[in-house]
Structure formats: structure tokens, C-alpha cells
């Protein structure tokens, strides 16, 4: 194994690494060792903690399935309503006219300034003071429209940054045959850079996946994480245990989807046919200010700011 | 018109929300230094940690991360980080919990931008005789932190509004007080105005100096 940084290692090298191996491995050993008899102290690791998610389809019917639907239908109703938006805003934000371009610009910059538990609870309580959505479905809608919001205006900066990707002789192109601009934008731009855009939105998927959370913690919405704490109190205090699952499920989750977004970016960098550059996971980034759009370069990166 | 936000502690909490950005965010930047260091090391072991740290800490959910440093480990193992006061748990907590889940992504930055220093400069450091942690040290870091100031500046500007989660365990920061002042007073669009414009206040001059800065700073190539 060699890298930019060091070479193919000699004995001497190699000796060195065995010893470092071994030091970090009594180190993760130690840290090891430190969990397990905490977790032990406080019988954590007792059968009788972690029995019920193995042995009885209970937990399983009645918290953690239930929950992991209410996780996925508020993601993908989040999804489906700020993918249109976002393409929406983020053409706005392209727009020759002042009037579309700036007001768009503005909206996408607020919304993305802006933490969304704030957005969730501003929606949860507006939903109860001006509307009569009953109590039960309240949480739902704040927390889509929240995810909807600030993801909505995410999305129309990866939207912005695919269209911006293709080279300006695409709309030469077009101009000299003769389109106009929503045919060129619908025609030529649009389709070319929803292939360079695929990877940076299937990565955001795992934000607003991720995002569902705080609508359990903070609003009532029966998602994943509320049901820890009606499992712990039913199966005899197994915080441990169901945090366990609930993590592993969530990461089982998202890992699917990270991996495929880079193995999609990493094929269509391969096999590119138009000369648009491939959108990464961490192309358009956290918030702040009119923040340039970074159209990674030939170096990976990972999940970057856009991705927390 | 805005008398409503007498006998709230708006700056208080706004405060609350700094000093949890500022301290998360500088122990995200240690533990992430030292997680990109492992992912570009000659040992293979500390190679695979940082790959696994980043891969499973990335996709849990800040909130779960959060809620569990509240219900697993002060309630049910009983770590309250040397201090007794509830409330100081509460805020170490929850700043061990953002340190945690922001390191894995002051790791990646570090790391693309580690990958942006040209292969001979490396190859010239070793043939000086410098060892990997010279390397790393004296010739590789410290271009890297220049060229990645913008995608840190972006992780830090996620990581104050992430403080907010904080709300989840009982932090009085931003989000919490918004909270209990949308419930006790009838002022939802002003309390929400107000709340937004003290984001904005904190994330756009973040952006915008560290923008500056990262153009000042970065290796012209």
C-alpha cells in the first residue's frame, strides 16, 4: 500500500507500523474494555435487555417498523415536494429578469440561513394557531414543511450549480438554432444536468432522512427516535439496546444511500458523455452568505457542509 | 411592538448558542485533525478506524447522537462529564454530542483538501528524509488547512444551526427559548422574525469573513 504520502514501506517501516498497530489496538482495546464494563455496571448488556429485538417480532410491530415508516413517508413527502420547488428557485435564481432573480435569491438564502427545528417549530405552531389540522397529523406537517423549506432551497443550489456546470456553448448551441430560453432551459440544459446533479441529491436524501429526527425529539412526531423511550419503558429500561438498533437501522439506511450516491458519481465521472462536470456529494455547501458553488474538482470529496 | 420580549433572556440564549458552537467546533477541529491523520496513515488498523468512525457517524442522525449523550450515558450510565449542576451536564453533553458528530465531517474536508496538495510536494518532503508525521506536519497540513478554510467555514456555519438540536435535551439555547416563548406568548411571526434574524446575524458574517479569508489564505497554483 503506498500513497502521496509515504512510500512502500521497508523492515525497518514496517516494524515501526507493527508497533504503532499494536500500541492503537491496547489504545481501542482500553476504550473497549472501559464500555463494556460500564455498560455491564449498569446491566446493560444483560440477554434479558437485548432479548425482545431478537426473539419476539413485538418491538419490532409495534415501535420500530411503525416509526421507520413515519421516518420514510415525512422524508419522501419532503422529497417530492422540494425537488419541484427547488428546480423552481434555483431556475428563478438564473433568471435575465431582476425581478425573478433577485427575490428567488433572497428566499434560497434565508431558508438555508436558517436551522430548521427553527423552521419545524415555527410550522408546528402556525399549523395550530391558522389551521384546524388535527393534533395527530400536526407533527407531520411541520416537519415536512420544515424539511421542505430548507431543502427546497439546498436542492436549488445543486439545481443552479448542475445548470451552471455545463459549458456555455450548450446555450450557444441553442440560441443558434434558434430556441428560446424556456426551450433551452426545458431542451438542452435541464436534461443534461439532472445526470451531474443525481449524486448531490441522493446525498441530500440522507439529510433529510436524518432531519426526521428532530420531529420525534422535539415535536411528537412518532418517528424512529420516539420510540425509544416507549421501548425502553416497556422492555425494562434497555436504553442502551434500543439505541443500538435504532442506530443500526439508521445507518444501514443511509450507508445504502451514501454509497450509491458515490458509486453513481464515480460512474458517471467514468463513462461521461457530455463535458458537464459530475456534481459530489459535497458540491453545494452548508449556508452562508452568497457562498460560491464549488464544482469539485478531480479530487473526491466526501459528504462535505451540505452533508451535516 | 416588540415588548414581548421583555423578561426573556434573548442574548442569554443566543449566548448559549455561540459558546455551543465555539466550543463544538473547536473540539470537532482537534478530533478531526486526528481522524484525518489516521485515514491517511501508513497503519492500516488506524486507516480502517477513521474510515468506520467517519462511515457511522456520518448517517446517525445529530438528534439521535444528542438524545443518547442525555438518556444513555448521563441518565442510564451515569457519565455527567465532572460536573453536578443539571444544567452543565446538559451543556457539556450536548457539546461532546456536536463535537462528535462534526469531527467526522471536519475529517472529510481535511481530507479532500489534504488530497489537493500536489503528489511532489509529498515526494519532495521524503526525499529530504522528513518521516510521515514531518510530512504530515510541516509540509502536507498546513497547505491543506489553507485550501480547505471555505468547506470548514461550511461545517462550522452547519454546526451553529446544529446547536439547536441542543434544544432536544434541555439546553436553554436559541431554539429552546423560541420554544417556550411561542407557547406562552401570542406573537408567533414576531418570535419567529426575531429567532431567524439572530441566525442570520450568526451564519452570514461567518460565511462572508471566513470567505474572505479562505481567499486570502489559499495557495495561489
Known amino acids: 500500500m503506498t500513497s502521496v504520502l509515504y512510500d512502500a514501506q521497508g523492515p525497518r517501516a514496517k516494524q515501526r507500523n507493527i508497533l504503532y498497530t499494536v500500541l492503537f489496538l491496547v489504545v481501542l482495546a482500553a476504550v473497549a474494555w472501559w464500555v463494556y464494563d460500564s455498560l455491564n455496571a449498569k446491566h446493560q448488556l444483560d440477554w434479558i435487555k437485548w432479548e425482545p429485538f431478537f426473539t419476539s417480532s413485538q418491538p419490532w410491530e409495534t415501535y420500530l417498523w411503525p416509526g421507520l415508516q413515519e421516518t420514510l413517508k415525512a422524508a419522501s413527502l419532503a422529497l417530492v415536494i422540494a425537488l419541484p420547488l427547488g428546480a423552481l428557485f434555483g431556475i428563478g435564481r438564473l433568471s435575465d429578469h431582476r425581478w425573478v432573480r433577485i427575490p428567488s435569491g433572497a428566499v434560497v438564502e434565508f431558508f438555508r440561513a436558517i436551522p430548521v427545528l427553527i423552521l419545524m417549530i415555527t410550522a408546528n405552531a402556525a399549523f395550530s394557531e391558522y389551521t384546524d389540522i388535527s393534533s395527530e397529523l400536526r407533527p407531520l406537517y411541520a416537519v415536512v414543511t420544515g424539511l421542505v423549506l430548507y431543502n427546497a432551497s439546498v436542492l436549488a443550489e445543486i439545481v443552479r450549480a448542475g445548470i451552471l456546470s455545463l459549458p456555455r456553448g450548450q446555450t450557444d448551441a441553442a440560441k443558434a438554432i434558434g430556441m428560446r430560453k424556456g426551450q433551452t432551459m426545458r431542451h438542452v440544459l435541464l436534461p443534461q444536468s439532472v445526470t451531474a446533479m443525481l449524486p448531490a441529491i441522493v446525498s441530500q436524501i440522507v439529510v433529510i432522512v436524518k432531519d426526521t429526527a428532530l420531529g420525534g425529539a422535539v415535536l411528537t412526531f412518532p418517528e424512529l427516535l420516539a420510540s425509544v423511550r416507549p421501548m425502553s419503558a416497556n422492555y425494562g429500561a434497555n436504553t442502551i439496546a434500543c439505541f443500538t438498533v435504532i442506530a443500526v437501522i439508521y445507518i444501514a439506511l443511509n450507508f445504502t444511500l451514501t454509497s450509491f450516491a458515490s458509486w453513481l458519481e464515480g460512474r458517471l465521472r467514468r463513462g461521461k458523455k457530455s463535458t458537464g462536470a459530475v456534481l459530489g456529494p459535497g458540491t453545494v455547501e452548508a449556508a452562508g452568505g452568497t457562498a460560491p458553488i464549488s464544482v469539485s474538482g478531480d479530487f473526491k470529496s466526501g459528504a462535505g457542509g451540505g452533508g451535516i | 411592538m416588540f415588548d414581548f420580549l421583555e423578561g426573556y433572556d434573548l442574548l442569554g440564549a443566543f449566548w448559549v448558542t455561540v459558546k455551543l458552537a465555539v466550543y463544538s467546533g473547536l473540539g470537532s477541529l482537534i478530533l478531526g485533525t486526528l481522524l484525518a491523520g489516521m485515514r491517511v496513515s501508513p497503519v492500516p488498523l488506524m486507516r480502517g478506524f477513521g474510515t468506520a468512525y467517519v462511515n457511522f457517524v456520518r448517517n446517525i442522525p445529530l438528534t439521535i447522537i444528542i438524545v443518547f449523550t442525555s ?138 469573513i471566513l470567505g474572505w479569508v479562505s481567499k486570502k489564505v489559499a495557495v495561489k497554483r
Open chain 2, 71 to 208: 438518556l444513555g450515558l448521563f441518565q442510564t450510565l451515569g457519565v455527567s462529564l465532572g460536573v453536578e449542576d443539571f444544567t452543565d451536564v446538559n451543556f457539556r453533553l450536548a457539546v461532546l454530542g456536536l463535537t462528535v458528530y462534526t469531527a467526522a465531517f471536519v475529517c472529510e474536508a481535511l481530507r479532500s483538501g489534504i488530497n489537493t496538495v500536489p503528489v511532489g510536494q509529498a515526494e519532495a518532503a521524503r526525499a529530504l528524509g522528513l518521516s510521515f508525521t514531518q510530512v504530515l506536519r510541516l509540509v502536507i497540513l498546513p497547505q491543506a488547512f489553507r485550501s480547505v478554510v471555505n468547506p470548514l467555514a461550511n461545517v462550522l456555519i452547519a454546526l451553529t444551526k446544529n446547536t439547536t438540536v441542543a434544544a432536544a435535551i434541555g439546553v436553554v439555547e436559541a431554539a429552546n427559548l423560541m420554544k417556550t416563548m411561542i407557547e406562552a406568548e401570542a406573537q408567533l411571526l414576531l418570535i419567529s422574525a426575531v429567532f431567524a434574524f439572530g441566525f442570520i446575524c450568526l451564519t452570514l458574517p461567518t460565511g462572508l
